[in-house]
Nanobody, 123 residues
C-alpha cells in the first residue's frame, strides 16, 4: 500500500519555474518506479517523466526535455519534478504515480496515484 501526496503547483508566468514534490507513505517506496503525468483541460492524462527505483536513469516526453528534471530521495520517500522555462502549454494538473513496471510511459501500469496539483502558466 502506497499513498502519494503532491504539492508545489501554482500560477507562474511563462519562462518561470516551479518545483513539484510528491511524498509517499509506505514501507516499500524504494522498490517502486515513479512517474509524473499531466492532464490538461479536455485532454487525456499523458506521460511527462519517470525515474526507476535506483534513480540511475531518467525518462522524459520530448516536449519537456532540457526543461524538466525528475529526481528522487528514497530516504525522504519523495520524488521531485523541477520545471524550468515553463510554457503556457505546460498548464495542467500534474499527478505523481508509482509502479513496479518498466513500461514507464503507459499510465495503465501505475498502481498508485496522487490527488494532483494544478500548474498554470500564463503568457
Amino acid at each position: 500500500q502506497v499513498q502519494l501526496i503532491e504539492s508545489g503547483g501554482g500560477l507562474v508566468q511563462a519562462g518561470g519555474s516551479l518545483r513539484l514534490s510528491c511524498v509517499a507513505s509506505g514501507r516499500s517506496f524504494s522498490s517502486y518506479h515513479m512517474g509524473w503525468f499531466r492532464q490538461a483541460p479536455g485532454k487525456e492524462r499523458v506521460f511527462v517523466a519517470a525515474i526507476p527505483w535506483s534513480g540511475g536513469s531518467t525518462y522524459y516526453v520530448d516536449s519537456v526535455k532540457g526543461r524538466f528534471t525528475i529526481s528522487r530521495d528514497n530516504v525522504k520517500n519523495t520524488v521531485y519534478l523541477q520545471m524550468n522555462s515553463l510554457k503556457p502549454e505546460d498548464t495542467a494538473v500534474y499527478y505523481c504515480a508509482a509502479t513496479r513496471s518498466i513500461i514507464y510511459r503507459d499510465p495503465g501500469v501505475y498502481n498508485y496515484w496522487g490527488q494532483g496539483t494544478q500548474v498554470t502558466v500564463s503568457s
